[in-house]
T-cell receptor
Framework: AQRVTQPEKLLSVFKGAPVELKCNYSYSGSPELFWYVQYSRQRLQLLLRHISRESIKGFTADLNKGETSFHLKKPFAQEEDSAMYYCALTHIFGNEKLTFGTGTRLTIIP | DGGITQSPKYLFRKEGQNVTLSCEQN?????MYWYRQDPGQGLRLIYY???????QKGDIAEGYSVSREKKESFPLTVTSAQKNPTAFYLC??????????????FGEGSRLTVL
């Protein structure tokens, strides 16, 4: 069975400080991992996906297969980063359901 | 305006009543999903459908039913058998097959309260 764990329900960080949201997974196949974000009063939306190797809004995430982790990082937090963040997993070839973690609410302190 | 439309946004129901939540998409996506979002539990998959006239149970399908008669529509019925139906329900869609990037597009959600 596939499982995604986000150990922190709440995370508060000062503006300008580095941010790291943790995500660990268990999956027997080849995983594809995602980070989704839900800003206040907005729809849940894709932030970034591992396969794209991209940086979105200054965020990056590295897949560490040895540690089965996909932590989300940003070197300098901004107030607009305050949101709910979900890590999600599916099979690398898609066509399977997306499994979400329990989410981390990030608050940036001005 | 392309996207996913869920209705109603808020719904109240008495115990013992069935209720149907609507989800319509005009993105020409083959796959559609229903998730339930509860505080501290994240998103849990109820049902999903990868093609018209076919759907599969997710992780928490008990007490729910769906249909997929049209590509654009994937209504969810919360039956009286669902023991804890008060929740926020999210519908999503995605491409499938070779074009599937794994990205889900979500609706704004429907909040169901059972009185």
């Amino acid at each position: 069975a596939q499982r995604v764990t986000q150990p922190e329900k709440l995370l508060s960080v000062f503006k300008g400080a580095p941010v790291e949201l943790k995500c660990n997974y268990s999956y027997s196949g080849s995983p594809e991992l995602f980070w989704y974000v839900q800003y206040s009063r907005q729809r849940l939306q894709l932030l970034l996906r591992h396969i794209s190797r991209e940086s979105i809004k200054g965020f990056t995430a590295d897949l560490n297969k040895g540690e089965t982790s996909f932590h989300l990082k940003k070197p300098f937090a901004q107030e607009e980063d305050s949101a709910m963040y979900y890590c999600a997993l599916t099979h690398i070839f898609g066509n399977e359901k997306l499994t979400f973690g329990t989410g981390t609410r990030l608050t940036i302190i001005p | 305006d392309g996207g996913i439309t869920q209705s109603p946004k808020y719904l109240f129901r008495k115990e013992g009543q069935n209720v149907t939540l609507s989800c319509e998409q005009n993105l020409n996506h083959d796959a559609m999903y229903w998730y339930r979002q509860d505080p501290g539990q994240g998103l849990r998959l109820i049902y999903y459908s990868q093609i018209v006239n076919d759907f599969q149970k997710g992780d928490i399908a008990e007490g729910y039913s769906v249909s997929r008669e049209k590509k654009e529509s994937f209504p969810l019925t919360v039956t009286s058998a669902q023991k804890n139906p008060t929740a926020f329900y999210l519908c999503a869609s995605s491409m499938s097959g070779r074009t599937n990037t794994g990205e889900l597009f979500f609706g704004e959600g429907s909040r169901l309260t059972v009185l």
